[in-house]
């Protein structure tokens, strides 16, 4: 699903603050260098007050993907004055791009901290949405303590600001590219939807055509169900052929054991009657 994403708008100019200070030029462009949300993502937030909640009015709006700086012409005192410009693209949530539809906190100022890390170069910390720049100089300075993620940060002075999203396209699936995509679109072939029925007519025989694809992977299809046919049948007939001899072996083995004495030494010889052999049937008188 496609996400929205803002165009580069302009937050900042250098020049004065609403704290009484000054944005120095080369603030600008070591933010434009050194910005990287890998390294700390500067979040919109709702009047420079960051919540502790995710709930309104105080969570965040949305992150800021990239910044870069422009010259611009300014007018001040009937003059056009050529100044260094910060502009950001944000990737805003959905109550941000409401409330911009709605002409809601259209102006934005920015917070900077001139010695980020302490290594000497200002980054962008984070970046407000107000309605009320004209006032947003007194409250900065009442509330700087409990606004601020660092005592040394600036707030600069609120621009107005028209925010114009455009649609962003998902990242690419791997069902979309490389080996699986070659392979969906060689099967694609066989799952197109069938074209509209022509008016009936009488069937004309057709030569076979060796190169037909889809006839090939029919006719390997039926070949590879008539082997798999046949070796099921073997396999039947050769248990078949087992279990009988098996049956016929239990048979016999039981004829030979019901057939044997059990103990041959401990009967006496039998008398037979026959002179000669001193086997003779002896009885008392």
């Given at each position: 699903?496609?996400?929205?994403?803002?165009?580069?708008?302009?937050?900042?100019?250098?020049?004065?603050?609403?704290?009484?200070?000054?944005?120095?030029?080369?603030?600008?462009?070591?933010?434009?260098?050194?910005?990287?949300?890998?390294?700390?993502?500067?979040?919109?937030?709702?009047?420079?007050?960051?919540?502790?909640?995710?709930?309104?009015?105080?969570?965040?709006?949305?992150?800021?993907?990239a910044v870069k700086v422009e010259q611009v012409d300014i007018e001040l005192n009937g003059k056009t004055e050529k100044k260094t410009a910060l502009f950001a693209q944000i990737d805003p949530t959905d109550d941000l791009v409401l409330m911009n539809?709605?002409?809601?906190?259209?102006?934005?100022?920015?917070?900077?901290?001139?010695?980020?890390?302490?290594?000497?170069?200002?980054?962008?910390?984070?970046?407000?949405?107000?309605?009320?720049?004209?006032?947003?100089?007194?409250?900065?300075?009442?509330?700087?303590?409990?606004?601020?993620?660092?005592?040394?940060?600036?707030?600069?002075?609120?621009?107005?600001?028209?925010?114009?999203?455009?649609?962003?396209?998902?990242?690419?699936?791997?069902?979309?590219?490389?080996?699986?995509?070659?392979?969906?679109?060689?099967?694609?072939?066989?799952?197109?939807?069938?074209?509209?029925?022509?008016?009936?007519?009488?069937?004309?025989?057709?030569?076979?055509?060796?190169?037909?694809?889809?006839?090939?992977?029919?006719?390997?299809?039926?070949?590879?169900?008539?082997?798999?046919?046949?070796?099921?049948?073997?396999?039947?007939?050769?248990?078949?052929?087992?279990?009988?001899?098996?049956?016929?072996?239990?048979?016999?083995?039981?004829?030979?054991?019901?057939?044997?004495?059990?103990?041959?030494?401990?009967?006496?010889?039998?008398?037979?009657?026959?002179?000669?052999?001193?086997?003779?049937?002896?009885?008392?008188?």
């Amino acid at each position: 699903m496609a996400t929205k994403q803002s165009k580069f708008f302009r937050v900042a100019v250098e020049g004065d603050t609403v704290d009484g200070r000054v944005i120095e030029r080369n603030w600008l462009t070591e933010m434009a260098a050194s910005y990287n949300p890998a390294t700390y993502t500067a979040r919109v937030n709702m009047e420079h007050i960051r919540g502790i909640t995710a709930d309104k009015p105080f969570k965040a709006y949305g992150d800021v993907l990239a910044v870069k700086v422009e010259q611009v012409d300014i007018e001040l005192n009937g003059k056009t004055e050529k100044k260094t410009a910060l502009f950001a693209q944000i990737d805003p949530t959905d109550d941000l791009v409401l409330m911009n539809d709605q002409r809601q906190k259209i102006f934005t100022s920015i917070e900077i901290n001139p010695n980020f890390a302490g290594k000497g170069k200002a980054y962008l910390m984070g970046l407000a949405v107000t309605d009320s720049p004209a006032s947003l100089g007194t409250e900065a300075l009442k509330f700087v303590a409990h606004r601020k993620l660092d005592a040394a940060n600036h707030f600069s002075a609120a621009v107005e600001t028209k925010i114009e999203f455009e649609d962003k396209a998902a990242p690419a699936t791997p069902e979309s590219t490389g080996l699986f995509a070659a392979a969906t679109k060689f099967f694609e072939q066989f799952t197109k939807p069938a074209e509209p029925t022509p008016p009936v007519t009488p069937p004309v025989q057709q030569p076979a055509n060796d190169n037909d694809p889809v006839a090939k992977l029919s006719a390997a299809i039926g070949q590879g169900f008539t082997q798999i046919t046949a070796a099921v049948t073997a396999m039947s007939k050769e248990n078949a052929a087992r279990f009988g001899k098996l049956e016929a072996d239990q048979a016999a083995l039981k004829a030979s054991i019901e057939n044997t004495d059990a103990n041959p030494g401990s009967q006496r010889p039998s008398a037979t009657g026959a002179a000669g052999n001193g086997n003779y049937a002896v009885t008392d008188f």
